[in-house]
């Protein structure tokens, strides 16, 4: 079984590497291919890549390269993980919504539509090379925003889903809270990528006992901690929003804390800079602590799952993970794309059927939606109005001035990224 990496020179890729060597008996590996255009970062990533299946006496076979046709030539699945304009486009995705009074963040808000308009194009010339050399590959998008992503590739006729951590970071916290193992707890999981609720924890499946109640009765305090959200609110709400909810719920509070500390972006790139300074020790074969703080947790887990599901392989018979919306979710349109539960096999993603979902969070997941449809006309077929548009329909903006200024900032900011710009 072959599996390319696009981006393979990020430095996630020791943790993704970790999970193919120690879940083998999931996904048997006969070659990993890390592609990645910045050959120097890519040879550091592969040097460990390959001591990592040494120390752990992976059989599989670690190659490098530039050439992306080549990479995917005969993969059976191609994984996305790239970040187009690196950590400084992200760090200008932070900083300029700022300067107007909106959250800057990556994924979400100004800052996730700049990232959706130079992502998208880049991800579909990928996904045609891809579906050129192997049209039975399977495309897993781990690449933000991943649901406007995903819904790019769906609608141009790939075989594509979605992956994102949330899920299985909050399986695996509520897990050590109860004293479990992750594999007994089952999450009712709905909304869109980075836009979701825990609205149910049951045990063993999805017809288990919902112990949410109790979970936010005796842990609540921990849990609104994680989440830097008011135990109260936890309590009214009486479900677990992912923390980037909190983007929306305290956006005021996190403006301001944002414009009094350093970037995220800044964070990473350092961190980015000390690992890749680990990663040139020839005596280093297995992923080093501060990667935990790079982000991605479990991140490697979820793929492999993902992964050895879509290829027949094995995995777990439900998986969070980002498709259509199909009538799931019957407030939003077919071709949405949502993030829930689904039975995950060899013909793809069969979201699980969802309890009623309160108007206090489909109302939000609806106006999302709606922007993100917006966001991807403009991803595709660009213009000043599209842009507009999109910013204006974004609930976390709304008001026209800002949506204006937003604008002008966004274009400027990104115009090497644009064509039509």
């Known amino acids: ?14 943790e993704l590497v970790d999970g193919f060597a120690r879940l083998r008996d999931t996904l048997p590996l006969g070659e990993l291919v890390l592609v990645d255009p910045a050959q120097d970062r890519l040879e550091l990533v592969g040097g460990l890549s390959r001591r990592i299946f040494a120390r752990q006496g992976h059989p599989g076979r670690i190659t490098t390269t530039t050439d992306l ?24 995705d932070e900083t300029w919504p700022l300067e107007c009074g909106c959250v800057g963040q990556e994924t979400t808000g100004a ?26 590959a399977w495309i897993i998008d781990f690449t933000n925003p991943v649901g406007i992503v995903t819904r790019a590739l769906l609608g141009a006729g790939h075989k594509a889903v979605g992956l994102c951590n949330v899920a299985i970071g909050l399986q695996r916290k509520f897990a050590a809270l ?33 112990v949410l109640p109790r979970l936010l009765a ?44 350093p970037s995220r972006a800044a964070e990473v790139a350092d961190m980015e800079r000390r690992l890749l300074a680990m990663y040139a ?19 490697s887990e979820a ?46 993603a069969a979201p699980l059927p969802v309890h009623p979902v309160d108007p206090l969070y489909a109302g939000l ?11 991807l006309e403009a991803a595709l077929h660009g213009g000043r109005n599209r842009v507009f548009r999109a910013l204006l329909s974004h609930p976390l903006i709304g008001q026209y001035e800002y949506a204006e200024t937003l604008t002008d900032r966004l274009i400027a900011h990104n115009r090497e990224h644009l064509a039509w710009a």
Do not use: C
């Open 365 to 375: 997941m609806a106006g999302v939606t709606a922007y993100e449809d917006l966001a």
């Open 1 to 14: 079984m072959k599996l390319t990496v696009v981006g393979g020179g990020s430095t996630y890729t020791p």
């Open 281 to 299: 020790d020839p005596a280093l074969d297995e992923k080093p602590d501060l990667l935990a703080r790079r982000g991605g947790a479990y991140y």
């Open 111 to 136: 800052g996730g539509l700049a990232k959706a308009l130079r992502t998208v194009p880049v991800v579909l010339d990928i996904a045609e090379r891809v579906r050129r050399a192997n049209p039975h």
């Open 69 to 92: 046709d080549a990479a995917v030539d005969g993969a059976d699945a191609v994984l996305l993980q790239l970040r187009v304009g690196g950590q400084a486009a992200r760090q200008q």
């Open 303 to 348: 793929a492999v799952d993902l992964a050895a599901a879509l290829l027949g392989g094995g995995g777990t018979p439900y998986q969070v993970v980002n498709t259509y919306n199909d009538g799931t979710l019957p407030f939003l349109p077919d071709d949405a794309v949502v993030e829930v539960q689904a039975a995950v096999g060899t013909k793809g």
């Open 178 to 210: 109860l004293s479990l193992e992750p594999s007994e707890l089952h999450l009712d999981h709905v909304g869109l990528n980075h836009l979701t609720w825990e609205t149910g924890v049951r045990l063993g499946g999805p017809e288990g006992e919902d």
């Open 218 to 261: 005796d842990h609540g305090d921990t849990i609104a901690a994680d989440l830097r959200l008011p135990r109260p609110l936890l309590d009214r709400l009486g479900v677990v929003p992912s923390y980037y909810l909190r983007y929306f719920y305290a956006h005021d509070e996190v403006v301001r804390e944002l414009r009094t500390k």
